[in-house]
């Protein structure tokens, strides 16, 4: 089947401390990756994406590089602000053009 | 720029209450659909669609109908409102193709009593 399977949270960091939020996925064929952020309140939002094996998306700050052989696409920012504060998730575009997403990792940076 | 609109932002339901949830994209995107986010469970697919007049089963259907009225517009029916279905529902649009992303709408909150 096809599943994201993410870390579970909340994940609780200072600010400027190094982010990784990890990211697995199953899938036949070869699916696109995606990290999508949430606020309170609101809907999903892109933050980044990834389309084919070892591509890299970046945006705000924030990595994750598409991994075939280990199924991963992890989530990196090296340096957190507290305006980072949100619920991050991943997903997965399948050919039949479904997203699946994971379980949302929440994210909560201090002063 | 609109984008993705959801109607109502909140609803409060009797069980065995039926409803529509409204969905309207302004983005000419082909692909449409229904999610709902329960703590802890992420985001599961209802149903998707893929154009006008097409619909399709997503992971969890059960208790819910679609109908893909036009291009721009996907709305989502409980029949029979049940506790269970107490969630924050959104709507997605995107275009086909691997490499776009789903745009989402503000999401509806429902509660069952």
């Known amino acids: 089947g096809n599943s994201v399977t993410q870390m579970e949270g909340p994940v609780t960091l200072s600010e400027e401390a190094f982010l990784t939020i990890n990211c697995t996925y199953t899938a036949t064929g070869y699916p696109s990756l995606f990290w999508y952020v949430q606020y309170p309140g609101e809907g999903l939002q892109l933050l980044l994406k990834a389309t084919k094996a070892d591509d890299k998306g970046s945006n705000k700050g924030f990595e994750a590089t598409y991994r075939k052989e280990t199924t991963s696409f992890h989530l990196e920012k090296g340096s957190v602000q507290v305006s980072d504060s949100a619920v991050y998730f991943c997903?997965?575009?399948?050919?039949?053009?479904?997203?699946?997403f994971g379980s949302g990792t929440k994210l909560n940076v201090k002063p | 720029n609109a984008g993705v609109t959801q109607t109502p932002k909140f609803q409060v339901l009797k069980t065995g209450q039926s409803m529509t949830l409204q969905c309207a994209q302004d983005?000419?995107?082909?692909?449409m659909y229904w999610y709902r986010q329960d703590p802890g469970m992420g985001l599961r697919l209802i149903y998707y669609?893929?154009?006008?007049?097409?619909?399709d089963k997503g992971e969890v259907p059960n208790g819910y109908n679609v109908s893909r009225l036009n291009k721009r517009e996907f709305s989502l029916r409980l029949e029979s409102a049940a506790p269970s279905q107490t969630s924050v529902y959104f709507c997605a649009s995107s275009e086909p193709g691997m490499n776009t992303e789903a745009f989402f709408g503000q999401g509806t909150r429902l509660t069952v009593v």
């Open positions: 997903a997965l575009r399948r050919r039949d053009n479904k997203f699946y």
């Open positions: 983005m000419n995107h082909n692909s």
């Open positions: 669609s893929a154009s006008e007049g097409t619909t």
